[in-house]
């Protein structure tokens, strides 16, 4: 009786290290090919809320263009580095334009993230490269998307990721991680970012 508990336990110390190891894989892989953006409000008040999301979709409108062209990450960081003094600048216009006296900061950075929805992408918790824009004292609720793949600058309202951005996560995860991380059907349905084991495992 003792044995067999005692090899039950070893299996379930087995198991439980190698999906964790798995994991860690999977969550590295991810973080060494997306970069995301992040924009922290100066406070929670409508105003500064309001604020913060005039300043998203501003960075959005004129970025767009520069980050187009992008084919993969290295040239999104090299974009990024090229740019983020014009991404603060743009902030702090609009911060401007809009009455308030405090400004914006931006940075290019690791960043912990926790588990995000973003229409039909789950990205798991980590860390990841971000550019982050901070307004004034930062202390308001945040908002995120993904800058590459180039989820910001394409219409993710209708739940629809690009062909494009599909192929590149294929292609930098491996067939095995993205059949396990990605659902599909009939190769129409967006890609869904989940970790399937952790259902299978609970």
Known sequence: MAKKLITALLAGFVITVSISAYSHKI????RQNIVRLHIVANS??????????KIRDKIIEKMAPVFDGCENITQTRQKIKENLSEIEKIANGEIKNNG????AKAYYKLEKFPTKTYGDITLPKGEYEAVIVKLGDAKGENWWCVMYPPL????STKGVLPEKSKEYLKENLGDEEY?????SKDGKIPVKLKFKFLEIFG
Do not use: M, P, R
């Not at 308030?100 to 400004?103: G, L, R, W």
């Open 100 to 103: 308030f006296s405090y400004t």
């Open 179 to 183: 059949s396990i991380i990605t659902q």
């Open 27 to 30: 969550s590295e892989n991810l």
């Open 44 to 53: 929670n008040s409508e105003d500064d809320q309001n604020l913060k999301l």
């Open 152 to 155: 910001c600058f394409v219409d």
